[in-house]
């Protein structure tokens, strides 16, 4: 849980920081609608996906099953700037699978905090592993950092691309190829 009234102190001093005056007409609900929005983006803080990856269905076949273009918004941990983009996860089941939508939620929880992109991907895929244990998991992520597009080498529509292999994805290079085969399918 953040603590908000920390959170409106501080977005205080840094309204004085950059010059502004916080009791000014505009900015005098700002602290408190960013404590308010912290609480919100900050949510995944104490979560791991556990609860939602265990509720899971019973499956025969083990075909790969692939989730893809799950789009997040995150917050890098170097800047407190956000980085947004698609997240594409994979996983080939041993005996049981979970919902479609418990997949795009297990990002939601591990985008809902300080991160950075290659942590996040791989964080995604041991929570998988873990929680549901397939024979694999893949987790790419592409994203825009805006500490990279809005300020310093600003370099507009740059993607960071990171990915994770675990179990049979680790082990077999052509599993990986049948990821990026199936991810670009459309
Ligand atoms: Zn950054």
Known sequence: MV???KIREAARLLLEGIGEDP???????TPERIARMYGEIFSGMDGD??????????VENSEMVLEKDITFYSMCEHHL???YGKAHVAYIPDGRVVGLSKLARTVEIY???LQIQERMTGQIADAI???????GVMVAL???HTCMTMRGVKKPGSKTVSTAARGVFAQDEKMRDRFYQMLHLS
């Open 3 to 5: 603590d908000q009234n």
């Open 81 to 83: 700037l956000p980085f």
């Open 49 to 58: 996906g556990r609860e939602e990856l265990s509720k899971v269905f019973a």
């Open 142 to 144: 592409e994203a825009e």
């Open 23 to 29: 009791d000014r007409e505009g900015l005098k609900e």
């Open 129 to 135: 592993m873990e929680y549901l244990a397939p024979k």
């Open 111 to 113: 985008a809902a905090r």
